[in-house]
C-alpha cells in the first residue's frame, strides 16, 4: 500500500518505552505517533511521510537496541 506510512518493529526488549523507540527513529523524519502494545514484544511508529518511513526501514532493520536484540521491521 503505498500511502501506508507505519512501520512495524519486532523483537523489541520489554524494557523499552515508547519515548525510547522515538528516539531511534525521529532522525527519519516527522512522526505521528508512536505505540507498543504492553506485553507483545513490538511496536509501530507512523510517520508522516512514506519516504520517511522507507528510509528508516532501510537504516534500522537488524539495529540492535539495548545491545542484545535486533530489531525487524516490516509495514505496519
Request: charged share 20%.
Amino acid at each position: 500500500d503505498p500511502s501506508n506510512t507505519t512501520v512495524f518493529v519486532g523483537g523489541l526488549p520489554a524494557c523499552i518505552s515508547e519515548e525510547t523507540l522515538k528516539t531511534f527513529f525521529q532522525n527519519f523524519g516527522e512522526i505521528t505517533y508512536v505505540k507498543i502494545p504492553p506485553n507483545k514484544g513490538c511496536g509501530f511508529v507512523q510517520y508522516v511521510r512514506r519516504a520517511d518511513a522507507e528510509a528508516a526501514m532501510l537504516k534500522m532493520h537488524d539495529f540492535p537496541i539495548h545491545g542484545k536484540s535486533r530489531i525487524r521491521l516490516s509495514w505496519g
